[in-house]
Structure formats: C-alpha cells, structure tokens
C-alpha cells in the first residue's frame, strides 16, 4: 500500500516470468508452469534425450528445418504470419518409433514458443 497526496493506491505483488520468449511480470497468484522444474527433471532422468538435442547433428536438421520452414505450422495463418522459434518432434522422443524417427523431416514440425509449450505442457 502507497500513500500519494493523500490517496491510498493498492499494489498488487507481482512476479517476474517468461512467456513466449519475453520476460514479463504477473500478479503473484496468476498459476505458470514450472518448466524449469520439468528441464531439471529431464536433465536428471533422460541425459541420452538431453545429448541429442545437444548434438551437431540435431542442431544442423534443426536449422534446415527452420530455413524451409520458418513459420509455425501450427498457428500461422497468411493473413497473421507467427516467425516459428523451435522446431518439434511431432512423435516423441521418448517412444520407440519417435525416436527412430528424430532426424527426419516429415516427422518434425516449426512452431513458435506458445504452441509448444501448449502442446508440451497439455499431456501433463
């Protein structure tokens, strides 16, 4: 709480976030997903997963991908292009056949950082 001439101005405690690659500030109470918390996880439980992603190959396939594809595939239309930031695999990693399949381009799809994390974080 403020005093300014007199007037009593409440303020809301906020938080600093990042969302969709921008760091932002939220009313404390507004829930977000702890995706930190999941990166540690994975780094903890899937170190094989984490190499991939690190590796020259990868990120060659990704960066090809980009190029062909530099808009989501999810959310852009021609009338509201949406610049992709990420590219997707859209059988995961984590099963057989995603797996068999993580360096080919018809199973990867360019998406920016709101509809991966929607799809991501939605089979929780």
């Given at each position: 709480m403020h005093r300014l001439d007199g007037l009593v101005i409440m303020v809301q405690p906020m938080k600093r976030i990042v969302r969709n690659g921008k760091r932002i500030l939220v009313p404390?109470?507004?829930?977000?997903?702890?995706?930190?918390?999941?990166?540690?996880?994975?780094?903890?439980?899937?170190?094989?997963?984490?190499?991939?992603?690190?590796?020259?190959r990868w990120q060659k396939v990704r960066r090809i991908?980009?190029?062909?594809?530099?808009?989501?595939?999810?959310?852009?239309?021609?009338?509201?292009?949406?610049?992709a930031e990420m590219v997707d695999h859209m059988i995961e990693t984590n099963t057989t056949e995603g797996w068999s399949h993580r360096f080919d381009e018809e199973y990867l799809q360019s998406m920016c950082w709101s509809c991966h994390n929607t799809k991501t974080f939605s089979r929780d």
């Open positions: 404390v109470t507004e829930k977000v997903a702890d995706y930190k918390r999941y990166d540690k996880q994975r780094m903890r439980n899937e170190p094989e997963r984490i190499n991939f992603y690190k590796s020259k991908k980009l190029i062909n594809n530099p808009l989501c595939e999810v959310c852009s239309t021609p009338d509201s292009p949406v610049l």
